[in-house]
């Protein structure tokens, strides 16, 4: 799908992105759009917003692996609303072949903690030598080591900056999940999810999605995924989420799903390159 505002937006390089927003420390919004609405969307931040810009490149391909262990700890914690929630993932950047470790825990007041280091990108399935970082990271729980692969998924990715309040906004499409410890694997490939990320208040971009009808979702892609894959868990808290996804969602056997490619994932990106 091509978004027809998208040579409308000013670039932004991700040294400037991060100069300006860091935000790994932050407060997470997240929003349900059906791709037919998108363009109606961006085409209220064209005068407020900057895109991120790499190698003329304005969508990016994203591959993550989450781990939990084998009581489902981080889900479960997620799901209750525990303040010690954490979630751990390895994070692979498809178009650089970058990849990193990481590790997001609660903070004061609300805010998602993330911290992360590099970590080889032929084993992101492995925490291997990030073990000691994740077991620091949490404190030393001990949990570390009992944490396995159970879930990947694979999307595009567009982020803009609001210039005025130094927040960012990130639209994820062509989204694609595969149980690593089932056999099921789903895609939602006409659903994006748009996240606000702010210091702390709700910006500018939250308000014009509120008022054009827009509410905040309980939205992880780990949490949401795994409830939809695995009947055995309990998804109280994401069964108004799962309910919205639902309609828009295409089930396979994991098998068939395999690894969805880059290639795959800039087809049925936001951005047409």
């Not at 993330?114 to 080889?120: A, D, E, M, N, T």
């Not at 990715?157 to 609001?162: A, D, E, K, P, Q």
């Amino acid at each position: 799908m091509t978004f027809r505002y998208i040579d409308a937006f000013a670039p932004v390089s991700l040294d400037q992105l991060n100069a300006t927003a860091d935000l790994l420390n932050r407060v997470d919004r997240k929003y349900l759009l059906p791709l037919v609405e998108l363009d109606a969307f961006l085409g209220s931040l064209v005068s407020s917003c900057v895109v991120l810009e790499i190698n003329a490149r304005r969508s990016f391909g994203y591959r993550s692996v989450y781990f939990d262990d084998a009581e489902r700890s981080s889900y479960h914690t997620s799901a209750t609303g525990r303040r010690q929630r954490f979630k751990v993932r390895t994070r692979t950047y498809l178009d650089s072949g970058e990849c990193m470790a990481e590790v997001k825990v609660r903070g004061p007041r609300g805010q998602n903690v993330k911290l992360r280091q590099s970590h080889p990108a032929d084993q992101p399935t492995r925490l291997g030598s990030g073990l000691e970082f994740v077991d620091r990271t949490l404190a030393g729980r001990g949990c570390a080591h009992h944490l396995r692969p159970v879930l990947r998924t694979t999307y595009s990715r567009t982020t803009f900056l609001h210039v005025a309040s130094n927040s960012r906004v990130t639209i994820d499409t062509g989204l694609s999940a595969a149980h690593l410890q089932g056999v099921q694997a789903i895609s939602i490939p006409e659903l994006a999810i748009v996240e606000t990320k702010s210091a702390g208040v709700a910006s500018t971009i939250d308000r014009w999605l509120w008022a054009h009808g827009h509410r905040p979702s309980k939205v992880s892609k780990y949490a949401t995924l795994m409830a939809m894959l695995d009947p055995s868990l309990s998804h109280n808290k994401w069964h108004r989420t799962v309910q919205q996804i639902e309609p828009y969602a295409e089930r396979c056997d994991r098998v068939r799903a395999a690894f969805v490619s880059a290639a795959e994932l800039h087809r049925r990106s936001l951005v047409a390159q």
